[in-house]
């Protein structure tokens, strides 16, 4: 297989590095400290309640706008600029959509989406959302627990991970055409992370169904991974023995682990994971480890060497 790194990732992420260079000098002129303090200050004369603080400075957590969420993505289905899933995702056909299930499981079969997920509880879950180009958005996303639909499903015991796939049709997704990547796009998770209940199969944000960029009608959500693990538009669930080859994996496997779990103490091999800028927000904030969500999940890696975790 041919593997090739898609050029633009560096490019986009140096430019990104470029900006927060020399906003940084310009902050510390400024006085960034001054800045953050007025930054709240005005938050709370607009009513709204203070900004948690986190470290030295302070930052809201607000929810993305709507606007952020579904227009600045990765699918690179739709291209590899931020903005061409948005401008691009509309060949993609949501509906009818089927969903096969393979592997050690009792219930395999092709379903139609709509039986696949009826009658189990629809939740609202907002969460950190952290790329691993170091940016982040907060999402309410609504869905189900995928742990309701494995239950459903009734996993093997030789099922120790599942593995997801996104549609592979170039028709709807042209830049599958291109190899700029390995198609379709693969990921997979352990079964105790894929039955956390933190785990979702997100069908819908801000109330809304899925726009096709944000990966209608089915996408992955696993918020204290980096946002690659989401596996968008999923058209095949496996249960299987074997720790899954994911897509990104596949394409470097020196940058992309394949728990993906957000550590800030290791760097992507290109640039630090140390700190974020979350979309609409002016300074970097400190990246938390496992996106802030330690305290829930970070048992189910206790044993485990934290620098394999990236
Ligand atoms: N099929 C598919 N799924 C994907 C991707 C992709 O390129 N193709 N990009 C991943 C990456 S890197 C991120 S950060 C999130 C982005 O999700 P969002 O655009 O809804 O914020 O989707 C993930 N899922
Ligand atoms: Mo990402």
């Known amino acids: 297989m041919l593997i090739r790194r898609p050029p633009d990732i560096p490019t986009s992420e140096i430019t990104e590095e470029r900006h927060y260079v020399s906003r940084r000098a310009w902050l510390a002129a400024a006085g960034v400290t001054a800045v953050a303090i007025t930054a709240n200050r005005v938050m709370a004369a607009r009513g709204k309640s203070p900004a948690p603080v986190v470290g030295a400075e302070a930052f809201a957590d607000d929810p993305?706008?709507?606007?952020?969420?579904?227009?600045?993505?990765?699918?690179?289905?739709?291209?590899?600029?931020?903005?061409?899933?948005?401008?691009?995702?509309?060949?993609?056909?949501?509906?009818?959509?089927?969903?096969?299930?393979?592997?050690?499981?009792?219930?395999?079969?092709?379903?139609?989406?709509?039986?696949?997920?009826?009658?189990?509880?629809?939740?609202?879950?907002?969460?950190?959302?952290?790329?691993?180009?170091?940016?982040?958005?907060?999402?309410?996303?609504?869905?189900i627990q995928l742990k309701d639909l494995i239950n459903r499903l009734e996993p093997g015991t030789k099922a120790k991970y599942i593995e997801f796939h996104t549609l592979y049709d170039t028709t709807q997704m042209p830049m599958q055409r291109t190899n700029i990547m390995p198609w379709p796009y693969v990921e997979g998770l352990r079964m105790d992370e894929a039955r956390h209940p933190l785990t979702l199969l997100a069908t819908g944000l801000y109330g809304k169904s899925l726009l096709n960029q944000n990966g209608a009608p089915l996408r992955l959500v696993v918020p204290w991974k980096y946002g690659f693990k989401g596996g968008k538009s999923i058209v095949k669930i496996r249960f299987v023995e074997e720790q899954p080859r994911n897509s990104w994996q596949l394409l470097a496997p020196d940058e992309y682990g394949f728990f993906a779990n957000v550590n800030p103490a290791v760097d992507h091999p290109r640039w630090s994971q140390a700190r974020e800028r979350r979309i609409g927000d002016f300074l970097k904030r400190p990246t938390l480890p496992f996106n802030g969500y330690a305290d829930q999940v970070a048992s189910l890696y206790a044993g485990m060497d934290p620098r394999t975790l990236y």
């Open 64 to 143: 993305t706008s709507f606007k952020d969420i579904t227009t600045y993505n990765n699918f690179y289905e739709f291209g590899t600029g931020k903005d061409d899933p948005a401008k691009n995702a509309h060949t993609l056909r949501p509906r009818p959509w089927s969903v096969v299930v393979e592997g050690d499981v009792k219930k395999p079969g092709r379903y139609d989406l709509d039986d696949l997920l009826k009658g189990i509880p629809v939740v609202d879950r907002t969460y950190r959302h952290r790329c691993v180009e170091a940016w982040s958005m907060v999402i309410p996303w609504n869905g």
